[in-house]
């Protein structure tokens, strides 16, 4: 709570019942004759004059306090960890290539400490900033409390779905391809999935057995789904005009022999 600031000439202008209801509001008592009104003046500017100095000593030591912690943060971890930002809301801490925990961020409502620190995608900690989850991270690993983290068996840090559908989206964005729950459309007409599982590629052809096939790579995965020649369904055949400003290796084997029956157009 707040109290506004009287100065001497003000609290001069007051009778002595005001005073020392103001002096009641601050919590003030004075010491001396307590008939005279000097005397309550006194004691609320003294009064004032001391929690402005209070304030402004927490102002001169808040910067202090905040250089100590990043300070103490380093000196924890000076350079052992590293940070590599997923997104805005997502954050994978590593020591020497290998990952230690992550940082999220809970978005459900009602929630007051929303960053939360996660080890083997279970919650151990969260507050109100991603600097206090930072902060946790280095000081439990240090002091060896941190829960540990498992490693794939390769001993390669985790691919998070967020970097494969990040890899996959790109990708498909080159080729014009749309990315939906039960996988990958070329103008409303499925081509198959590509996925990664244990950092090893595949993708699944429409109109296959459903077989998963490795491959090295998300370029590589969606290469070979832009090479399904799939037959569109009723109204989704797409127009001639639209086929000529795309690549030729973008063309499935029908939008090709679609271009040919119209190479009298294409010479007009």
């Known amino acids: 709570m707040t109290h506004p600031i009287y100065t001497q000439q003000a609290l001069s202008c007051y009778n002595l019942p005001r005073l020392k209801r103001i002096a009641a509001s601050l919590g003030v008592t004075p010491t001396g004759d307590k008939r005279a009104a000097a005397t309550w003046i006194n004691a609320i500017i003294t009064h004032q004059s001391t929690q402005i100095q209070k304030l402004d ?31 805005f809301y997502d954050h994978e801490i590593y020591c020497d290539n290998k990952l230690i925990a992550s940082i999220t961020h809970d978005h459900n409502d009602f929630v007051t400490q929303r960053w939360v620190v996660m080890v083997n995608s279970e919650e151990v900690f969260r507050a109100n900033t991603y600097m206090k989850c930072h902060r946790f991270i280095c000081i439990h690993y240090k002091d060896g409390s941190l829960p540990v983290q498992q490693q794939d068996a390769t001993d390669t840090p985790c691919t998070t779905g967020n970097e494969i559908m990040a890899q996959i989206f790109a990708e498909c964005e080159r ?69 000529i400003p795309k690549p030729l290796e973008q063309l499935t084997p029908n939008e090709l022999q679609q271009l040919f029956e119209n190479a009298d157009l294409i010479a007009a």
């Open 175 to 243: 080729y014009g391809f749309d990315i939906f729950d039960d996988g990958i459309y070329r103008n409303d007409v499925k081509l198959g999935e590509v996925g990664c599982t244990e950092v090893n590629w595949w993708f699944v052809r429409v109109g296959e057995n459903q077989e998963r096939i490795p491959c090295d790579s998300a370029l590589d995965a969606v290469w070979w789904l832009s090479m399904v020649d799939v037959v569109p369904t009723a109204g989704t055949k797409p127009a001639f005009e639209e086929l």
């Open 57 to 87: 000593e927490q102002a001169t030591a808040q910067p202090e306090l905040n250089h100590f912690i990043v300070k103490q943060a380093q000196s924890i971890a000076p350079e052992q960890l590293t940070t590599a930002e997923i997104s």
